[in-house]
């Protein structure tokens, strides 16, 4: 058996940015992408040159297109929780596990996607808050290490 990573099985492993961008930009269009990453580049002059310089120099905004098209243009079934933190590229995934034919996307899905991400980013702030009412000491259970 070997012990070599088979990272072949990534639908990212040879594909530019620029391709990448190319396929998702012809299926769904810029207005779709800005509405289901909310990442400017789709949003104001979009171009796929001016997005790729932007997605090149920004690691957050092109891991979230990366997974976009892993998983709604790919349709590929959500990662495991181990491969969830790593980067798309650095992904393995499943041999038994095909990429399928592009989501169909809408904006009246992106909305409802826009609108869960902020109760689950108000709940985060409430819960904040919360923690914060409660004078809670970051430093009290480490050591005195000054001695």
């Not at 769904?28 to 990442?39: K, T, V």
């Not at 809408?106 to 609108?115: G, H, Q, V």
């Not at 991400?117 to 290490?145: F, M, T, V, Y």
Request: aromatic share 10%.
């Amino acid at each position: 058996m070997s012990n070599k990573i088979n990272y072949k099985n990534n639908p990212l492993h040879g594909v530019s940015l620029k391709s990448l961008l190319i396929e998702i930009v012809d299926q769904y269009g810029f207005e779709i992408l800005f509405a289901y990453l909310n990442i400017n580049c789709f949003k104001t002059n979009p171009s796929i040159d001016s997005s790729v310089k932007f997605l090149k120099k920004t690691d957050w905004a092109r891991e979230k297109v990366e997974v976009f098209y892993l998983y709604e243009y790919k349709s590929l079934p959500g990662a495991s929780s181990e491969q969830f933190s790593l980067s798309p590229r650095a992904r393995i995934i499943p041999e038994d596990q095909v990429p399928g034919d592009p989501k169909e996307l809408s904006f009246e899905d992106a909305e409802r996607l826009c609108e869960k991400r902020a109760n689950k980013s108000a709940s985060r702030e409430q819960w904040g808050e919360h923690l914060s009412g409660k004078n809670i000491d970051p430093w009290a259970n480490r050591k005195n290490k000054s001695r």
